[in-house]
């Protein structure tokens, strides 16, 4: 990824552009020097003139510097992918059109398959014809095995009709003491 940044100097005489300028190269020679970095910074710096631009390249954190000189500040404004722009990226494989695998918010998605406005071919019968269910109809009645409602369930023990013979005092009888 490449920054350019702009060095903006208003007002700025020519013993304090010199100044800034050995500053800036110096800059220059100190990062060329350490082979841990990888950040290359190129300056640009014009001669004599009242708009003075210095143009590098590498990444920064900040958007918005501001260079101590001497006696003057200036403000490097970056000209680089800010939270709201889209990144400009200088490398040639990056400047290729993207192909989006997918629908898009714009375009109509093509997808085998019915679409929304047509209605959706599905093998089988049709709505307008009778479906023809196998098994039994609504009509017939089902057999099924086991005991159904209407007959009676042969349960062991005693029944409703039946006495139950309980040993101990019922409710009814008073116990004898």
Do not use: H, N, Y
């Not at 552009?17 to 014009?46: F, H, M, N, W, Y």
């Not at 307008?128 to 007959?151: A, F, M, N």
Request: aromatic content about 2%.
């Amino acid at each position: 990824m490449t920054w350019r940044v702009l060095v903006e100097c208003t007002e700025v005489r020519d013993s304090e552009r010199e100044t800034v300028a050995q500053e800036l190269g110096e800059i220059e020679a100190c990062q060329s020097k350490d082979p841990g970095t990888s950040q290359q910074q190129k300056l640009t710096i014009p001669g004599p003139s009242r708009d003075q631009e210095s143009t590098f390249s590498g990444p920064s954190s900040d958007q918005e510097l501001t260079v101590q000189g001497p006696s003057r500040e200036q403000k490097l404004t970056i000209q680089g992918p800010s939270r709201k722009q889209e990144p400009t990226i200088l490398e040639p494989s990056c400047q290729q059109e993207l192909t989006v695998l997918g629908p898009s918010r714009m375009q109509e998605p093509t997808i085998p398959g019915p679409s929304r406005m047509q209605e959706p071919t599905i093998p089988g019968p049709s709505r307008d014809k009778e479906l023809t269910i196998s098994g039994p109809s609504i009509d017939q009645e089902l057999t099924i095995q086991g005991p159904s409602r209407e007959q009676e369930l042969t349960i062991p023990g005693p029944s409703k009709d039946q006495e139950s013979t309980i040993l101990g005092p019922s409710r009814e009888q008073e116990p004898t003491v």
